[in-house]
T-cell receptor, first 111, second 114 residues
Framework: RKEVEQDPGPFNVPEGATVAFNCTYSNSASQSFFWYRQDCRKEPKLLMS???SGNEDGRFTAQLNRASQYISLLIRDSKLSDSATYLCVVDEATNAGKSTFGDGTTLTVKP | DTEVTQTPKHLVMGMTNKKSLKCEQHMGHRAMYWYKQKAKKPPELMFV???????INESVPSRFSPECPNSSLLNLHLHALQPEDSALYLC???FGQGEGYEQYFGPGTRLTVT
């Protein structure tokens, strides 16, 4: 079992749709969680950190469920510019500084 | 300003060459990272420096040699690489090493080994 697993995707949605990605992690002691987006042939860019209480940034909402060991990312009112690969990142509690990346989920938003 | 710069943007080198990748940040971050990313795969951690000291080496072959001359600079020295080492090499930095510190990535160096 991978340490961090994401929905395999790809997701193809029309503009304006709501789309949700899930990510599960295996280390119950993990404390820090992030979502990054990566455009084709570009570097990953931090989208948002994920806090225990959940957090929202405009059209993006991140949730953490410690009991089930998963995090989610909800994108509302999808835009063409949201097309990218979304990476779930989990910091290992036992090896500070080592981040484990999921394989990524590709989103394509179509007109 | 959350900017990490990397040079060069592209590099083509032969298997007998010696080259270096450079990374710089001026955000006052004390942790810096090297990642390798192959196409359609997530970044793979190679090295972590914390306060200019190597803290994590993910069993990277010795043909890759990291160096941290000061808190703002990180180098990756390359020697006798193999074609399978062709990849995007990403540098990242964070305020500290450990949980909760967000990493900021540079644009990467696209390396081709011929």
């Amino acid at each position: 079992r991978k340490e961090v697993e994401q929905d395999p995707g790809p997701f193809n949605v029309p503009e304006g749709a709501t789309v949700a990605f899930n990510c599960t992690y295996s280390n119950s002691a993990s404390q820090s969680f992030f979502w990054y987006r990566q455009d084709c042939r570009k570097e990953p860019k931090l989208l948002m950190s994920v806090y225990s209480s959940g957090n929202e940034d405009g059209r993006f909402t991140a949730q953490l469920n410690r009991a089930s060991q998963y995090i989610s990312l909800l994108i509302r009112d999808s835009k063409l510019s949201d097309s990218a690969t979304y990476l779930c990142v989990v910091d290992e509690a036992t090896n500070a500084g080592k981040s484990t990346f999921g394989d990524g989920t590709t989103l394509t938003v179509k007109p | 300003d959350t900017e990490v710069t990397q040079t060069p943007k592209h590099l083509v080198m032969g298997m007998t060459n010696k080259k270096s990748l450079k990374c710089e940040q001026h955000m006052g971050h004390r942790a810096m990272y090297w990642y390798k990313q192959k196409a359609k795969k997530p970044p793979e951690l190679m090295f972590v420096y914390s306060y200019e000291k190597l803290s994590i080496n993910e069993s990277v072959p010795s043909r890759f040699s990291p160096e941290c001359p000061n808190s703002s600079l990180l180098n990756l020295h390359l020697h006798a690489l193999q074609p399978e080492d062709s990849a995007l090499y990403l540098c990242a930095s964070s305020f500290g090493q450990g949980e909760g510190y967000e990493q900021y990535f540079g644009p990467g160096t696209r390396l081709t080994v011929t």
